[in-house]
T-cell receptor, first 117, second 113 residues
């Protein structure tokens, strides 16, 4: 089973609709992240969470919100989707600093391809 | 503020040829540097990382990268390309102490027979 899962894997929606993308992890990591990927731009950080009670905005948080329902679950919502939010969305996790040698490494889910018409 | 520049959005090599993917960074603090690979329709996988210590870092699938502070570079190399290396490669730098990653725009590697 995959350590970081994302649902749905593909979604087509219309302008103005509310959309939720979900991420679950079985790695036991405290830190979780949401990125969007656009061609030629790499990955940009939307939100990140260091634990259930600690949520922070990333570089491009406008138009998005998140919820950390549990250590293992981190959801991304688009309150009112618009076409320029069409992108590939990735969830990632990492250990907290000092927890083993791998704490700097982020582990990515398979992505959700979102199309807003 | 940290930033990453990957020179060349597309690189094409012949099977068996040297692979060189370029990455330059800017950072006001000692950087932690990463290379990730993305195969078609998949998420990103860590290839290798530099944190401290030896400046030549070996990763999976025969890739390696050398941290050169004087050149602010962290170029990725592989002596002999294989068809299975065709993918998109991302260089990233850790931003500050909070494990946020700043990614480059990516380089798509094509390998032809």
């Amino acid at each position: 089973d995959a350590d970081v899962t994302q649902t749905p894997r593909n979604r087509i929606t219309k302008t103005g609709k509310r959309i939720m993308l979900e991420c679950s992890q079985t790695k036991g990591h405290d830190r979780m992240y949401w990125y969007r990927q656009d061609p030629g731009l790499g990955l940009q950080l939307i939100y990140y969470s260091f634990d259930v009670k600690d949520i922070n905005k990333g570089e491009i948080s406008d138009g998005y919100s998140v919820s950390r329902q549990a250590q293992a679950k981190f959801s991304l919502s688009l309150e009112s989707a618009i076409p320029n939010q069409t992108a590939l969305y990735f969830c990632a996790t990492s250990d907290s600093p000092g927890v083993g040698q791998g704490s700097d490494t982020q582990y990515f889910g398979p992505g959700t391809r979102l199309t807003v018409l | 503020a940290q930033s990453v520049t990957q020179l060349g959005s597309h690189v094409s090599v012949s099977e068996g040829a040297l692979v060189l993917l370029r990455c330059n960074y800017s950072s006001s603090v000692p950087p932690y540097l990463f290379w990730y690979v993305q195969y078609p329709n998949q998420g990103l996988q860590l290839l290798l990382k530099y944190t401290t210590g030896a400046t030549l870092v070996k990763g999976i699938n025969g890739f390696e990268a050398e941290f050169k502070k004087s050149e602010t570079s962290f170029h990725l190399t592989k002596p002999s390309a294989h068809m299975s290396d065709a993918a998109e490669y991302f260089c990233a730098v850790r931003s500050g102490g909070y494990n946020k990653l700043i990614f480059g725009a990516g380089t798509r590697l094509a390998v032809h027979p």
